[in-house]
Each structure stands twice: as structure tokens, then as C-alpha cells.
């Protein structure tokens, strides 16, 4: 099967620069210019020399019609990477072919392979204009005439069910409305590769779940369209994906289908029901047995359930002692399911010892 | 789907020009939306207009006049109206380009199958449109204050010399528009970067806008014979005022024998023909830059 897109090694540095080239204030220029000859800032200090490496090194191979995940916290590098697929940035070093194009040679044929939506892209919209004129002109300014403009508009409205809104501004928008306006103006052209960066950050469960199910089941189950999500919702990798890679500062940690992920990771998870294990105990319990991971659903009282995350070796009367010895009570355990949220911190090791 | 949403890796001319009329109406539109704020922008350039003009009647004798052409009042008129779409090419590209970039249209508009300074110039042309009707202000307040009406057969000559004008000093605002990334200028505040700034005031005040470059002493008059601005004026206003004078009236006429209106031409020519790509060339390498250094996209 072709690849839709293939990335070897590819690096983004950005110059630490005081002030950030993202900050404006009126005078920002002068204090650009004064810091480059004087090498320091407004506030005395000095500028820093040292480079952000927000990608390391990304290897990634995205077959023809897949759904492919990149998962990873904030600041791992997503959009940074998107953000070079996009061509919007230049990559500090590697390559990348997108829809069998070189990225920084054919650059014109990489654009006119994808469409890009992200979290801000209702942000584009001119509040003072319709929602139909403002898709009307984007798509103008992609190079569709005046007529298929207009078609195509109505067009994608449709697909995304915005069309009884097609005369009144973004502004008028709930939140999900908004983000499945960003979905349109990124659907005006039809690319066969959808890069989507982070679409449902910030929505209530009903709109992310009308978002994902319109990329899922309209955008790649029907039209087969290839779609490379950034998220850093474990579940939203988890469901969507066919395969997902796993990020972390800048490099991919891991990379698989969810569930081979999922069985990849050497540790079981237990759900502890206990009673009275006061904020203190928990305290005392997170530190002395650190191997653990611990996370805690507990009212005032300390009564609720304890997940630990252990190596699989581990008895559950071990932790049950721990619990005890500690000054809680056990009343109650059961498995839980491995999720990618395990294996996110299993893999970057902060937690867990292997 | 249909297949004519398929995304085009160029745009042809007739599609490019699509563009910039869409962009031209949705700066039109945006007007609209503010009539009022536009019809009080409109009453200060009346007024602006007729304080030039009675500073001239009031303070200038006939001796004086005779230099410029009969009157002060034609004179200012046209050096005004010329300057207004002057000051347009010099400042629309960085406003143009730092609108973008705060409203977050920047990137989808880097991704669009046309370069970002055909979508800059796009933006530009409804700010030139304004001006005309600045312009007609101007040539209102010049008939109520009795200026000569120069006659239809300048017409043609006087909108081409427009255009050379305009053309030339955009070249200034593409380095303008450059100095957003260049230096960081971001700030969208008119007049707030540098290279506009000095550009909109040297031109006020060596070019000839408001009195002859001949009344300041040498050393200005030498820069403003490195700035278009000033043949610009002088130039159109040999076509416009009837009894301008004939001779030299710049330091450059004098100095190589031509008939001064071909001087004049031909220094916009060679003027334009280094500020131009400068502009251009910066303004790509600032956007090179920008790629580099992520200095594109706000952070999200
Ligand atoms: N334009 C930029 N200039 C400087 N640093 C940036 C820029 N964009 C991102 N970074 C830095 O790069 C790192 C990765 O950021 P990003 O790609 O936005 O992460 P993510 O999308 O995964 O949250 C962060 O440390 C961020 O601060
Ligand atoms: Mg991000």
C-alpha cells in the first residue's frame, strides 16, 4: 500500500529568543534590535543563546486511508509537526514526502495534498461577515471561481450541519459549532490527506464526540481520506486510531495499533476500594512506594478507590498490606483495564519503575 | 465529490485576480460595517485639505507663488493627493500582513496556491480605492478655493505618473511589510514600524508635499533625491499646474542637461528599479526567517 506520508528524522529548533518573535508590543522592534547588539533584554538580562528542540527527531510512515494518532502531553511537539507537514514551518533538519512529495522541494503539491484544521481555525473568520460569505471567500482565495465557490460552500456546510447557520456570523456559535467550522473552512478543497491538530481540545463530551465521530466516520471511513490527529486525550487516540505514535519532548516513544500498545506494557492495574485513607496516609503511601503509580478518586474522608499501576509480579495483597499499613482499610479490589494513559508513562518512565 | 474543489498547486491569472477582488470587497464590506467611523475619517481629510489651503491664501504672497506655479493652492492639492496613495503603498503591505497574522488568517493564507505578496497587493488595492475618494475631497476643496483646472488632455499622463508613483514606493512598504519578521515589528499600529515611519515622514518632509524642496537646506535636499516621492510630485505637477514652472525646479535637474519631466521619469526608473526587489527580496527573506524561527504563528 502507498504511504501517504513518510517523515525521516524530522527536526524542529526554534532560537530561544527574549522577546518570544510570538509577543508584540509597540516598541517590541527596538527591543529585538537592542538585544541582538547588546545581548540583553529590556530587564537586563541576558539573551539566551540556547535553541528549543521541539521535535526531535520524527519518524513516521502513514499508509494510504489510515487514521493515525500522534498522542503526547502538551509541549511534546505536535503542533510543531504538523505544523512543518503543513509547510507553514521549516524543518531544522530530515525529510518528509507527503502524498509522494518531497516536503521542502515540492512544497506547492504538499499544500494542494492536505487540508489543515485546528483548534484556532474559526479564529480566521471575520465576525462581521457571514459564516457563508467568510467560507465563500477562503475558498476563492484556494482558487475555486466564484460559482464553485459558492457550491462548495454549501457544499461542505452540509457535510458538517452547519447550514441553517450559513447567514449569521461565528460569533452566534456554541463551541462545537465553531470547531466543526473550522472542519468546513478545512474541507473547501478536497486534499486527500487531513492533518488535525487537536480538534476537540476544549469541547464539552457531546461536541468532541460529534467532532470525532464527523473525522472517524465521514472524513476517513467514507470519503477515505487519511488523517494524521494530534490529541492528548488517551481515549480520543485510543478510539479513533488505527495506529498511534506516542510523544513525548519532542520524540516518538512508541508506535502501534492501541491495542498492541496496550499489551505491550508489562503492568496490570488495580482498583483499591478503601475507607478512611486520609489525604495525609495517601501522601505517606505515594512516598514510600514509588514504584507505584497512584491515582485517587477520595471524598473528605478518604473513603473512594485508589487505581495503582504495578509491575505484574505484584500480589494484590502486597498493596492491600500497604494500604493498611498506612492507616487505611481495603475493602474491595478488582483489575482495570491497561489504557494509553499507562502506557504513555510507563514508556517515559516517570513514574513507574520497569 | 465532485472534482473542481481539487486544490491547485498555481493559480492562473484569471483566478489571480479573483483573489484580489474578493479580497477587495471583503475590505469593502468590512467598511460598511463601519460607515460611521469612515464618514469621520472622510470630514478630517476635508479639513486637513482646507487648512493647507488657508495657510496658502492666507500667508503666501504672489513673489512667492510665481515659484510655484501661480498658486499655493494647486500646489498643495496635488502634492497632497499624490502623497495620500503614496503613503498607501508605503503602509498598506505591514498593515496588511500584521492584520493577517493578529486575526490568525496568516497561515491558511501562506497555504493558499498564490505567493503572500500577491495576496498583500490583493489586500492593498481597496486601501487605493479609499484614497480615490480622499483624493476627489481634496480636488472638491481645491475648486472651492478657486485652484486652475488643468485641462482633460493631462488626464491620461497624470494617472499614468499615479500609478509609477504607487508602484515605486511599494517597493517601501514590502521592506516595511519585511521588517514584521526582520525585526519583530508586529505591533499593529499604524506608523509603528520603523521603516514606514521614517519613510511617511522623510516623504512629508523632503519630498515636496507641502512647500519646494528647494526652500530646505542642502543636505535634506540631497536625501529626498534619493526618494521617488520627490520626482513623483514634481513630475505631476509640470502636467496638472499650468503655469508650474518650466525649468529646473530639483537639485538633479540641473545636473545632466535633460528636459526635466524625462529627469524625472528617468529617476523613478532607477529609484524603482532598486527599491522594488529590495522590498520584495527582504519581504521573502523575512517570511524565510519567520519559517525558521516560528515567528509565523502565534503559539497555540
Ligand atoms: N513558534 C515557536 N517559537 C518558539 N518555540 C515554540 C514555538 N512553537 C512551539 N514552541 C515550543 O516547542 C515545544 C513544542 O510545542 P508544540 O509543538 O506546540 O507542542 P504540542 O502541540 O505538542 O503541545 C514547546 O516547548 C513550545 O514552547
Ligand atoms: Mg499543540
Redesign the interface.
Known amino acids: 500500500m502507498a504511504r501517504a506520508i513518510v517523515t525521516r528524522g524530522l527536526r ?1 529548533e ?2 530561544y ?1 527574549n ?1 518570544s ?2 509577543m ?7 527591543e ?2 537592542l538585544s541582538l547588539i547588546t545581548g540583553k533584554n529590556a530587564t537586563g538580562m541576558g539573551v539566551e543563546k540556547r535553541r528549543t528542540v ?1 521535535v526531535e527527531s520524527l519518524d513516521l510512515e502513514v499508509e494510504e486511508g489510515e487514521f493515525f494518532g500522534l498522542l503526547g502531553p502538551n509541549g511534546a511537539g505536535k ?2 509537526s504538523i ?1 512543518m507537514l ?5 524543518p ?1 533538519a530530515g525529510t518528509a514526502t507527503i502524498n509522494g512529495y518531497d516536503l521542502v522541494r515540492d512544497w ?2 504538499v ?3 492536505i487540508n ?1 484544521v ?3 481555525g474559526w ?2 473568520f ?1 465576525h ?2 457571514s459564516i457563508r ?1 467568510n467560507l465563500q ?10 460559482k ?1 465557490a459558492a ?2 460552500t454549501q ?1 461542505v456546510l452540509d457535510i458538517v450541519g452547519l447550514s441553517d447557520k450559513a447567514e449569521e456570523t461565528s460569533g452566534t456559535l456554541s463551541s462545537g459549532q465553531r470547531q466543526r467550522l473550522a472542519l468546513a ?1 478545512g474541507f ?4 486527500p490527506i487531513l492533518l488535525c ?1 487537536e480538534p476537540t481540545v476544549g469541547l464539552d463530551p457531546n461536541s468532541a464526540a460529534a467532532v470525532r465521530s464527523f473525522i472517524k466516520d465521514d472524513v476517513n471511513r467514507k ?1 477515505g481520506i487519511t488523517v494524521l490527529l494530534t490529541t492528548h486525550y488517551m481515549q480520543e487516540a485510543d478510539q479513533l486510531c488505527d495506529r498511534v505514535a506516542i510523544m513525548d519532548k519532542g520524540r516518538i516513544v512508541a508506535c502501534d495499533t492501541p491495542d498492541r500498545l496496550k499489551a505491550s506494557v508489562q503492568a496490570k492495574a488495580i482498583l483499591m476500594e478503601v475507607r478512611n485513607f486520609r489525604i495525609e496516609m495517601l501522601f505517606d503511601f505515594k512516598k514510600e512506594h514509588g514504584q507505584w503509580l497512584v491515582t485517587e478518586k477520595l471524598d473528605q474522608n478518604g473513603n473512594g478507590s485508589l487505581r495503582v499501576l504495578c509491575s505484574p509480579r505484584e500480589a494484590e495483597s502486597t498493596i492491600t498490606t500497604a494500604v493498611e499499613a498506612c492507616g487505611g482499610q481495603v475493602v474491595g479490589w478488582s483489575r482495570d483495564d491497561i489504557s494509553l494513559e499507562d502506557v504513555f508513562i510507563v514508556l517515559t518512565g516517570r513514574r513507574l519503575a520497569a | ?1 465532485s ?9 492562473n491569472l484569471r ?1 489571480t485576480l ?2 484580489m477582488s ?2 477587495a ?2 475590505n469593502f ?2 467598511m460598511t ?1 463601519f460607515s460611521a467611523s469612515a464618514v469621520m475619517f472622510y470630514i478630517g481629510v476635508f479639513a486637513d485639505a482646507a487648512i493647507s489651503a488657508f495657510l496658502g491664501t492666507a500667508l503666501i504672497g504672489q513673489a512667492q507663488a510665481a515659484q510655484i506655479g501661480g498658486d499655493y493652492v494647486s500646489y498643495v492639492i496635488v502634492g497632497l493627493a499624490y502623497s495620500q496613495l503614496m503613503y498607501t503603498s508605503i503602509s498598506a503591505p505591514h498593515q496588511s500582513l500584521s492584520g493577517a497574522y493578529w ?3 496568516l ?8 505567493p503572500l505578496r500577491t ?1 498583500i497587493m490583493g489586500d492593498a488595492l481597496f486601501s487605493y480605492f479609499t484614497d480615490f475618494v480622499t483624493i476627489a475631497i481634496y480636488g472638491l476643496v481645491g475648486i472651492l478655493f478657486g485652484m486652475a483646472m488643468p485641462s482633460s488632455g493631462v488626464i491620461l499622463p497624470a494617472a499614468g505618473i499615479l500609478v509609477l508613483g504607487c508602484v515605486s514606493v511599494l517597493g517601501f512598504g514590502f521592506l516595511s511589510a519585511s ?1 514584521f ?1 526582520l ?7 499604524a506608523n ?3 521603516v514606514q515611519w521614517l519613510v511617511r515622514t522623510l516623504q512629508r518632509l523632503v519630498c515636496g508635499v507641502y512647500f519646494p524642496v528647494t526652500a530646505l537646506p542642502g543636505w535634506l535636499q540631497t536625501v529626498g533625491n534619493f526618494m521617488p516621492q520627490t520626482y513623483v510630485l514634481d513630475a505631476v505637477r509640470r502636467l496638472l499646474i499650468p503655469n508650474y514652472p518650466k525649468g529646473p525646479t530639483l537639485p538633479v535637474h540641473s545636473s545632466f542637461g535633460l528636459d526635466p519631466q524625462v529627469a524625472n521619469l528617468i529617476a523613478i526608473a532607477v529609484l524603482t528599479a532598486f527599491i522594488l526587489p529590495l522590498g520584495l527580496w527582504a519581504f521573502d527573506k523575512g517570511l ?1 526567517k ?11
Open positions: 524542529k526554534f532560537p529568543l522577546p518573535p510570538n508584540s508590543t509597540s516598541d517590541q522592534w527596538l529585538y534590535l521541539a503542533s510543531t505544523k503543513a509547510t507553514i514551518l521549516a531544522t506547492r503539491a499544500r494542494a495534498s489543515v485546528h483548534s484556532g479564529l480566521g471575520d462581521e461577515l460569505w471567500a477562503w475558498a476563492r482565495i484556494y482558487g475555486l471561481s466564484k464553485e457550491r462548495r457544499e473552512k473547501l478543497m478536497e486534499a491538530d470519503r | 465529490m472534482s473542481t474543489a481539487m486544490p491547485k498547486t498555481r493559480l483566478e479573483g483573489v474578493v479580497l470587497e471583503r464590506r468590512l460595517r486575526s490568525a488568517r497561515e491558511p493564507l501562506l497555504r493558499a496556491p498564490l495576496i521588517m519578521n525585526i519583530n515589528a508586529k505591533a499593529p499600529v509603528s514600524e520603523p524565510e519567520a519559517r525558521k524561527d516560528g515567528g509565523l504563528s502565534r503559539w497555540t
